[in-house]
């Protein structure tokens, strides 16, 4: 169990450290792609591990063992893990149990609100009257393209719908929902958190390439990114609602004004490689301790 643990951790740190890296040079919507299904993978692997190991120490309480059926004296004996790891990873777990269920009641809190402040909205575009620049898309089914009046007043009828288009590839994709998993994920493993950041790039990215190509004026999309920048300068990122100035903009503005990305297959094949190692460690920790605690609670029927 012991060399399976450390497989998987060291899988886990390959991941967290070179996906991102990866992922930030595929065309935007697979590196999306590729990087939030790795980090769904990565935080369970994540979680499994701590679970099983922090059974074996959590095992051996009387409790706990008598509503297992196992005999703790057996499981102490038998154990491979040493306590102190045991320990530490009990400790682990519920600070990521705490951790994500704190990030699910804010995003969820974030998600309603949102919902009822456009209920009862009777086209998908809502302009909302403010002072405040600012485009976003809410989460889908039912998702909304929401413009404040102050963004439209300072864009060109052009500009205009570079924006909309932008936000309309966020809902047509689901983007919103992308970035909610890459974000619950980090909550789980905090080892995500670049790979959130380069997920949040991404999906602009992804919305960029879209408009410009409904639009067919790459230079126009650069152009209306940067000025909505400019005009967003305290822009604040909001992970579940995708905005026209996320991620990286002048970064964003280079790739626009570069040919469209290319696409890499042997990136992604890199980063599979690396989550299928993470998982099928992951699996041998799960299977050498359902071995461990069959093995102990055997003893105990005896």
């Not at 998987?8 to 595929?26: E, H, K, Q, S, Y």
């Not at 063992?65 to 154990?79: H, Q």
């Not at 579940?240 to 990305?261: C, K």
Request: aromatic share 4%; proline share 6%; with cysteine.
């Amino acid at each position: 169990m012991t060399v399976s643990a450390l497989a998987a951790l060291a899988a886990m740190l390959v991941f967290t450290a070179v996906a991102p890296w990866l992922g930030d040079r595929l065309p935007p919507a697979i590196g999306a792609w590729a990087l939030v299904a790795g980090s769904v993978i990565v935080a369970g692997s994540t979680g499994l591990v701590l679970a099983v190991l922090a059974l074996t120490w959590l095992g051996q309480a009387p409790v706990v063992a008598w509503l297992a059926e196992w005999s703790p004296s057996e499981l102490g004996a038998t154990n491979p893990v040493p306590d102190f790891v045991g320990v530490g990873c009990s400790v682990l777990l519920v600070v990521v149990g705490l951790r994500l269920l704190v990030r699910v009641i804010r995003r969820g809190r974030a998600m309603v609100d949102v919902r009822r402040a456009n209920r009862g909205a009777a086209a998908t575009v809502v302009v909302v009257d403010s002072d405040r620049p600012d485009a976003f898309a809410t989460p889908s089914p039912g998702g909304l393209i929401v413009v404040t009046s102050a963004l439209l007043a300072a864009l060109t009828p052009a500009e205009q719908r570079v924006v909309i288009a932008h936000e309309r590839a966020h809902l047509r994709h689901g983007h919103a929902w992308l970035l909610l998993l890459a974000d619950l994920a980090e909550a789980v493993n905090p080892l995500l958190r670049n790979t959130f950041d380069v997920v949040r790039h991404a999906v602009e990215r992804w919305a960029d390439e879209d408009a410009a190509q409904r639009t067919g004026d790459r230079r126009l999309v650069a152009r209306t990114v940067a000025r909505v920048a400019l005009l967003r300068h305290d822009n604040k990122n909001r992970p579940l609602t995708p905005a026209a100035t996320g991620g990286q903009v002048p970064r964003r503005v280079r790739a626009l004004l570069s040919p469209s990305p290319g696409s890499r297959p042997w990136l992604v094949a890199v980063i599979a490689m690396v989550v299928v190692c993470s998982a099928v460690a992951t699996v041998a920790v799960e299977r050498t301790g359902d071995s461990l605690f069959d093995q102990v609670a055997t003893v105990q029927d005896h």
